[in-house]
């Protein structure tokens, strides 16, 4: 069993829906979480950063983290077409050194 | 501020061919990374640098890949020889200590 599990997708929305992407892990010493977005053939780019649970928002995005369930969401508001690109979380221990990412989730959003 | 540089974008070989990649970090990033990522998976770490020194190499297959990162700026990563399974595109990241890693636009790498 792989210690990050993402849902790969593919998922469709049109353009304005509420996307929600979702990871869950076995590893309780993860105390760091992030969301990356990758853009077909570029590398990826960190768009949330979150320590332990809670929530974060940022502008349309907002990060959730649970560490009891050890569960994490993102949630884009207002979805766009430049949202289009995958969606690869990853969670760090203390260190917040070595990062396990999930496979990613395709995300396409319909004009 | 220019972000993690790697070249080549894509190189593609023939198997049993050596191979290498570089990365320009970040300016002023003590640690680089170097990840694999394979096609619809998420990147997998290979080897973590901080300064010249390997901290952590536990993932890299040592029968065939070697990495070197000289005066702890620019690292090279090489593949002696290269089988049809290493495909895949490789990745740089840098950060300042153990803070957000920054990635580059990644290797794609060709085995045929």
């Known amino acids: 069993q792989k210690e990050v599990e993402q849902d790969p997708g593919p998922l469709s929305v049109p353009e304005g829906a509420i996307v929600s992407l979702n990871c869950t892990y076995s590893?309780?010493?993860?105390?760091?979480f992030m969301w990356y977005r990758q853009y077909s053939r570029k590398g990826p780019e960190l768009l949330m950063y979150?320590?332990?649970?809670g929530n974060k928002e940022d502008g349309r995005f907002t990060a959730q983290v649970d560490k009891s369930s050890k569960y994490i969401s993102l949630f884009i508001r207002d979805s766009q077409p430049s949202d289009s690109a995958t969606y690869l979380c990853?969670?760090?221990?203390?260190?917040?050194?070595?990062?396990?990412f999930g496979t990613g989730t395709r995300l396409t959003v319909i004009p | 501020e220019a972000g993690v540089v790697q070249s080549p974008r894509y190189k593609i070989i023939e198997k049993k061919q050596p191979v290498a990649f570089w990365c320009n970090p970040i300016?002023?990033?003590?640690?680089l990374y170097w990840y694999l990522q394979n096609l619809g998976q998420g990147p997998e770490l290979l080897i973590r640098?901080?300064?010249?020194?390997?901290?952590?190499d536990s993932q890299l297959p040592k029968d065939r890949f070697s990495a070197e990162r000289l005066k702890g700026v620019d690292s090279t990563l090489k593949i002696q020889p290269a089988e049809l399974g290493d495909s895949a595109v490789y990745l740089c990241?840098?950060?300042?200590?153990?803070?957000?890693?920054?990635f580059g636009p990644g290797t794609r790498l060709t085995v045929l």
């Open positions: 300016s002023g990033h003590n640690t």
């Open positions: 990853a969670m760090s221990g203390a260190g917040a050194n070595n990062l396990f």
């Open positions: 640098y901080e300064n010249e020194e390997a901290v952590d």
């Open positions: 979150t320590y332990s649970s």
């Open positions: 990241a840098s950060s300042l200590d153990l803070g957000t890693q920054y």
């Open positions: 590893n309780s010493a993860f105390q760091y």
